[in-house]
């Protein structure tokens, strides 16, 4: 039962070096979706994809880049590291977005310094 | 415009207690409505949905929630607190407009005491 995989588990940057963040899933979901969580914000929508080649920003885009070669990998990557990116960082899948259950990987610590 | 307002940061109850964690929704289309837990250094996980069938909701855990139209509310309810409850509880609505957009309340603490 991998469900949605997440690494790494933390991770610690400079300012100004890139870097990626890899998520998989082995439901089968043709929607994925990268989110941060930052204090009393709840969980902010950064890229979401409904399918293979299929990408879109969502709220906060800006600093990251996304992919969809495959079905099952999704990862974002960080173009330039700066410390207001310092979040934790959740990748989710789900069959149909908004009316079924997501399912969320274990996310990513990431602290920018 | 969509928006979600969890009405508490925080919640604190003693163990054996009734849990109930407020949530408000505003939305000009018919919603999905989602309870999330996250427990500490975890993922989200899903407690329960609301998406246009019967009102009253029953999730795991012995969770429930009822989607008030009139009031615009999503409370989420559990009869007696668990100690195994302490998580953070995050209301989200969704709703689907040719596209769909999913916004995620700002979340509430949920403090069991012994």
């Known amino acids: 039962n991998a469900g949605v995989t997440q690494t790494p588990k933390f991770q610690v940057l400079k300012t100004g070096q890139s870097m990626t963040l890899q998520c998989a899933q082995d439901?089968?979901?043709?929607?994925m979706s990268w989110y941060r969580q930052d204090p009393g914000m709840g969980l902010r929508l950064i890229h979401y994809?409904?399918?293979?080649?299929?990408?879109d920003q969502g709220e906060v885009p800006n600093g990251y880049n996304v992919s969809r070669s495959t079905t099952e990998d999704f990862p974002l990557r960080l173009l330039s590291a700066a410390p207001s990116q310092t979040s934790v960082y959740f990748c989710a899948s789900s069959l149909v977005p908004g009316r079924t259950e997501a399912f969320f990987g274990q996310g990513t610590r990431l602290t920018v310094v | 415009a969509q928006s979600v307002t969890q009405l508490d940061s925080h919640v604190s109850v003693s163990e054996g207690t009734p849990v109930l964690l407020r949530c408000n929704y505003s939305?000009?289309?018919?919603?999905?409505l989602f309870w999330y837990v996250q427990h500490p250094n975890k993922g989200l996980q899903l407690l329960l949905k609301?998406?246009?069938?019967?009102?009253l909701v029953k999730g795991i855990n012995g969770f429930e929630a009822e989607f008030k139209k009139s009031e615009t509310s999503f409370h989420l309810t559990k009869p007696s607190a668990h100690m195994s409850d302490a998580a953070e509880y995050f209301c989200?609505?969704?709703?689907?407009?040719?596209?769909?957009?999913?916004?995620f309340g700002a979340g509430t603490r949920l403090f069991v005491k012994a």
């Open positions: 609301y998406t246009s069938a019967a009102t």
């Open positions: 939305s000009s289309y018919s919603p999905s």
């Open positions: 439901m089968n979901h043709e929607y």
């Open positions: 989200v609505v969704s709703v689907s407009t040719g596209g769909f957009k999913t916004i």
């Open positions: 994809s409904v399918g293979a080649g299929i990408t």
